[in-house]
Nanobody
């Protein structure tokens, strides 16, 4: 199993930036990729971005493309989500996940506890 710990969430004004971090420990070699998902109140959890551990290839949801960037530090077992030009609709709990390089929630088998991101207008 992989253990994931997110950090970096907080309150920011619209147009601002935040960087989320996710540190992985445990059987990290068992996961091909890391992903970020988010869940707003009363809504389902949605894919945000994913990155392959080995190749660094990335996937980004259309809603965040050009504003958010996922990256990884292989040596530190850490994945980042740089979020720029934040909008109020980006407000959600952001979850880090480990699994396949996929946009599908079911392809991830380890999840962090989540970190709250709130964007004020």
């Amino acid at each position: 199993q992989v253990q994931l710990v997110e950090s970096g969430g907080g309150l920011v004004q619209a147009g601002g930036s935040l960087r989320l971090s996710c540190v992985a420990s445990g059987r990290t070699f068992s996961s091909a990729a890391m992903g970020w998902f988010r869940q707003a109140p009363g809504k389902p959890r949605n894919f945000v971005a994913a990155i392959s551990w080995s190749s660094g290839s990335t996937l980004h949801a259309m809603s965040v493309k050009g504003r958010f960037t996922i990256s990884r530090d292989y040596a530190k077992n850490t994945v980042y989500l740089q979020m720029n030009s934040l909008k109020p609709e980006d407000t959600a709990v952001y979850y880090c996940a480990a699994g396949l390089n996929s946009i599908l929630e079911r392809d991830y088998n380890s999840w962090g506890q989540g970190t709250q991101v709130t964007v004020s207008s």
